[in-house]
């Protein structure tokens, strides 16, 4: 089992940037594919990137480009830096993990972090 606890979010104008971060506990943190959603209000919550046990990186369109995750296995913890941001992006980032080597689908994540909140002002 894992516990994930975000920190970081805040308040950010559009166009600048922001890192979120994710502490994960454990000992196997190498062994867990990790993620990052979002759920803004009154939408459901999507994907936004996942990193393999290897540190492949994955996107969703709407924020490649802009946010590159990234995993420190030694720190057993997991970044998302977002550059760009846009009043869009404005949502609670949940940090996310299961355990695997490959990321293959956003219903594979079944540990889940209180999410930390992001808001882009205009």
């Known amino acids: 089992q894992v516990q994930l606890v975000e920190s970081g979010g805040g308040l950010v104008q559009a166009g600048g940037s922001l890192r979120v971060s994710c502490a994960a506990s454990?000992?196997?943190?190498?062994?867990?594919?990790m993620g990052w959603f979002r759920q803004a209000p009154g939408k459901e919550r999507e994907f936004v990137a996942a990193?393999?046990?290897?540190?492949?990186?994955y996107y969703a369109d709407s924020v490649k480009g802009r946010f590159t995750i990234s995993r420190d296995n030694a720190k057993n913890a997991t970044y998302l830096q977002m550059n760009s941001l846009k009043s869009e992006d404005t949502a609670v980032y949940y940090c996310?993990?299961?355990?695997?080597?490959?990321?293959?689908?956003?219903?594979?994540?079944?540990?889940w972090g209180q999410g930390t909140q992001v808001t882009v002002s205009s």
């Open positions: 990193i393999s046990s290897g540190a492949r990186p």
């Open positions: 454990g000992r196997t943190f190498g062994s867990y594919v």
């Open positions: 996310a993990a299961y355990r695997g080597s490959y990321y293959y689908t956003a219903r594979s994540f079944d540990y």
